[in-house]
């Protein structure tokens, strides 16, 4: 921490709950940069798994192979380990 924390200006957070695993907080007095930034951030540092080859052998369907595959890679996937 900087020696800016006591200052009334200054961003602040407020936690709103905390576990684990999840932290709920209010994000106030700061440039909706700084906001975003914190944002993407978080967003890049969360683990993902994708769908990420699809191959088709014989499509017989009205959609076309990228289409297909492209919707595949959207569903959102868990993993337990």
Do not use: C, K, Q, W
Not at 46 to 68: G, R
């Amino acid at each position: 921490m900087d020696g800016h924390v006591n200052d009334p200006n200054g961003p602040r957070i407020r936690i709103r709950h905390l576990d684990e695993t999840n932290i709920d907080f209010v994000l106030s007095n700061t440039h909706l940069s700084v906001a975003n930034s914190l944002r993407r951030t978080m967003i890049a540092e969360v683990p993902t798994m994708a769908i990420d080859l699809v191959e088709f052998h014989d499509n017989t369907s009205m959609l076309v192979d990228e289409y297909l595959a492209h919707r595949l890679g959207m569903v959102p996937l868990t993993s337990h380990t």
